[in-house]
Structures are given as C-alpha cells and as structure tokens.
C-alpha cells in the first residue's frame, strides 16, 4: 500500500529535504574524508602500511566522487556487492521505482539512506577499513562533553529506582515515569548530522544545563500522548518491549536511564535495543557505540577532561555495571536488523516482500554480551515484534520519517493514519514516537494549531526545539 500524499522530495527548493541534499550532505562527506586523511596520514610510511594507506587515498576519492555525483546531481548509480549483502535490494528498488532518478529527484528518504550506504561501500570494499567507523570519533567525543549531564542523571534514576523498588504508590512512579520518558525524548536533540560544528557550550545547553535535569518543556510538546502511553504502562507486568534507537552517546543513554526504570519497577522484563548495522546519519547508534558506552559509564569516564570532582561518577560507575549484568543475563538484548539501515519506510515492515539480508559485516561489529543474530527478512523481524513486544518505542527524527513514509502529511492527520499499516487491523504494532522536530514533517495536530506555531517560530518544524511523543496501540480484545 501507499500513501495518499507525495513523498518529500529535494527538487522543491525551499524545502528542508532541499537544504539538507544541497548544503547538509556534502559536508557530512567532507568530515569523513577528513577523518580518513587525519587516520592515515599519521601512519608510518612503510612496507607494513602501504596497503593501508593506499586503500585509504581510493576511498577519499570515491568519496570525492560520491560528492561531486550528489552536487551535480547526477543519477543514482547501482551498489556493488560489498559485506552488507544486500546490494540487490538497493539495486531493485532503484530500478523500479527511480529509474533515471537523480540525487534531487528520487525521494528524499531515498536519496538520504543511499548518501549513507554509498559512504558505507567505499569503506566496506576494502581489507584494511572495512570495519572502520569513521563516525566513531564524533560520536565519542559529543558523549565526553556531555560527562557532566550523565554523572547527574546517573545519580537521579538510582535515586529513582531506589523509591521504585520500595513499592512506592502508583501517584510517585507516574510522576517517575514522566520525568524520564521525557528525558528520552529531549535526549533526541543531541543529532551529530545537524549540528555539525557542536562545541561544548551548545552541547550542555542542549542537555539542560549543570544539572541535567529536564526543564519543563512540555509546552515545546505540541502533540504529547504521554499520558495515554502510561495508561498502557501501567497495566504491564514483566512484558518485552523494544527500542528502536537512534543517536549514540548522549541520547542513548537517556534511553538506558529509562530502559533500567521500566526494569527496575517490574513493568518490563525484557528490553530489545535495536541498532544500526552500519554507521548511519552520523551519530546512529551501533552495536560497539552500545557497549562502549556501558563501559565509558563503568570506568567514570576516565579519559573525561571537564569533570573536576570525580566524587559524583560512583552513581554512574554503579550503573554501567548493573546495565552490563543486564546484558549479561538476557535482560537486555541488543540486534542490529538490516532492515533498520535498508532503503524501506516502516510501512513495507510487514509485507516482508523483499527479503532483506542477514548483515554478514565483520563478526566483530555485531558481538559482545546481549548481541544476538539477525532476522532474516523484514516479516520476520515484524512477526516478532508484532508477537512479542507490548510497545516498539521509535526515537528520533528519522524514525518518524520512515514511519510515516516520509510524504507531505497534512498536520492535522491523525498519527494512526499516517502509520499506514502499523495501525491497521492484522498488521497493528503498539507504536510509540519520541522525536524531535527536525524536517517539515509532522501529524496530530489540532486544527490551527500549525499556524500558532508558525506565529510563534517560523523555524519551529526544523530546530529541534519542537516535539512530539505520539502513540497508537491495538485495541484491547
Ligand atoms: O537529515 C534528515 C534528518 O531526518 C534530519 O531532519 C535530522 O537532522 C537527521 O536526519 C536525523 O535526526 P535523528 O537523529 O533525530 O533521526
Ligand atoms: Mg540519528
């Protein structure tokens, strides 16, 4: 099925999908050459790295290619094969549905997870950087500056957990609840492909202030389905949920915080953190960027340079650990479907019409406690969070965009139309949203509700300053 609306789309100038091909992308490109040329050029030139170095200067110039090809907008070219497997889905869709399509005439959705899975095979086609990710370092060093807001936090939710665990009325784990899912949502705003000149200052504004504690930003909420998500949570007892996550360090985090309430509290036995199997939209979280975190957590961030009193890291050291228990004993399970880096909107999850393929990149990349195989194909991955899971929580911007096939909604549809066949009867998942806004789309807004907004910041759809937590769960038999 497909969606009544036109996809967005980069011919139409003035647009975020516009901006973002013409002026974003390109210098996302430039930072990865520049990272390959700061990595290699510090390498010995001798016997022992020649084939290194050699392989590092062909792909800054595919990369260089890649970039030029996006900037004169010139059509979209067929993947080679490379250590995704999954070339021939790529290949397909191009050829059904964008045959002659250029980078600014295909979709906008396209167009985006293609820049990222081209920079991928330049990479993958290699012996030497095939398992590179060369979006590491921008991610490591944002979660570093953000060591003051984490220590905080790590100290408020075993504070919480602590009043969790003594059974504490159902008045006190509501007002738990909202502060933390909300965490989670602002989390969102730390997205290293937006911000791309972020220094340390903006970061801990981003996240808060000193303290970290959220502010009250709940009238930055223009669509808040909080409360009805809690009427669900309530009602849970040791149920699975999943986590389909978006950016590494800070954001991710907020996630754990919030993942190691739902189990602490007993609402939730089990979590499935879902992954990217390749580096993805800069700051997406990987399955390494998951552990390293755990473990930047339990060393007290001991490569951190601002934190002066490092009385406030036991919190977070004792946190790390019991996560690293929860990865341990199955409590949390983290995945890395290829689905979630393929060229589908969340729409296609179901049918499974095209089989996507296992990631068969590097054993490493996919290993560790709690990292368990990948299904085989979008039906599969669907059959089980439709069987298994009492709510598949989405975060971030992208995810939205896949979710609601990334067309011109009008903002006053409703969420669960705009979830095409995630909301209807026989292919319903218990869907929840936390996302700030970061492109010109968005749903569930009441009537005239869009042009208050546009009276109040013109800008409110694309900075991030704007949210939305939306949910559709099936009707209870
Ligand atoms: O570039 C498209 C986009 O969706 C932006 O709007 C946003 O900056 C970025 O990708 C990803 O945001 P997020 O990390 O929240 O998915
Ligand atoms: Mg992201």
Redesign the pocket.
């Known amino acids: 099925s497909c969606p009544p609306r036109p996809a967005l789309i980069g011919t139409k100038k003035g647009t ?1 999908a516009y901006f ?1 091909i013409k002026d ?1 992308l390109p210098v996302i490109i430039t930072r990865v050459v520049d990272h390959v040329y700061r990595t290699y050029s510090v390498l010995p030139n001798d016997v022992a790295h020649a084939d290194t170095i050699r392989e590092a200067k062909g792909i800054i110039e595919a990369l260089g290619k890649l970039r030029y090809e996006m900037q004169t907008d010139k059509p979209l070219t067929p993947l080679l094969q490379d250590n995704m497997g999954d070339h021939l889905v790529w290949n397909s869709i191009m050829e059904t549905y964008f045959p002659q399509k250029t980078w600014f005439s295909a979709t906008w959705l396209f167009s ?1 997870c293609y820049m990222y899975r081209r920079i991928y095979q330049c990479f993958s086609l290699t012996t030497h950087w095939r398992d590179f990710d060369y979006f590491a370092e921008q991610k490591k060093d944002t979660f570093h500056a953000s060591d003051r807001a984490v220590a905080a936090l790590a100290d408020r939710t075993l504070a919480l957990c602590q009043e969790a665990t003594m059974q504490l009325d159902e008045t006190s784990r509501h007002t738990a609840f909202m502060e933390l899912a909300q965490a989670s949502l602002w989390g ?1 705003k730390t ?1 290293l ?2 911000l791309v000149n972020l220094d340390l200052a903006d970061v801990h504004s981003l996240q808060g202030g000193e303290g970290g504690h959220a502010q009250d930003r709940s009238s930055f909420i223009v669509v808040n389905h909080l409360e009805a998500w809690w009427a669900q949570v309530r009602t849970w007892s040791g149920v699975r949920i999943d986590i389909v996550l ?2 590494s360090g800070f954001e991710s985090f907020v996630d754990l915080v919030f993942a190691h309430w739902l189990v602490a509290t007993g609402y939730c036995s089990k979590v499935v953190f879902h992954c990217k199997a390749i580096p993805w ?1 800069v ?2 979280t990987t399955i390494p960027d998951f552990h390293w975190l755990v473990q930047t957590c339990r060393d007290r961030f001991q490569h951190a340079t601002h934190l002066t009193n490092s009385e406030h890291l036991g919190g977070l050291e004792t946190l790390g650990d019991q996560w690293q228990d929860h990865l341990m004993l199955g409590r949390w399970e983290l995945r890395a479907d290829a689905f979630w880096t393929s060229p589908y909107a969340f729409w296609h999850l179901p049918r499974g019409t095209a089989p996507v393929p296992v990631n068969t990149a590097g054993s490493a990349a996919n290993s560790g406690p709690g990292a368990s195989s990948h299904t085989t194909s979008s039906a599969a991955l669907f059959a089980d969070l439709q069987q298994n899971s009492a709510a598949v929580i989405f975060k ?4 939205y ?1 896949k979710l609601l096939y990334d067309c011109e909604w009008d903002l006053t549809t409703p969420f669960s139309t705009a979830l095409g066949p995630l909301a209807q009867v026989g292919t319903q998942l218990p869907v929840v949203s936390l ?2 806004s ?2 010109d789309l968005m749903v569930g807004l009441q009537p005239g509700q869009g042009e208050e907004l546009d009276k109040r910041d013109p800008k409110w759809m694309v900075n991030g300053k704007f949210a939305v937590i939306e949910v559709s769960f099936p009707d209870k038999a």
């Not at 971030?396 to 995810?399: R, Y």
């Open positions: 975020f973002t974003r985006e969102n997205d492909s937006l978006d950016n939209f700051s997406d971030g911007d992208l995810n965009r996302r700030t970061k492109c």
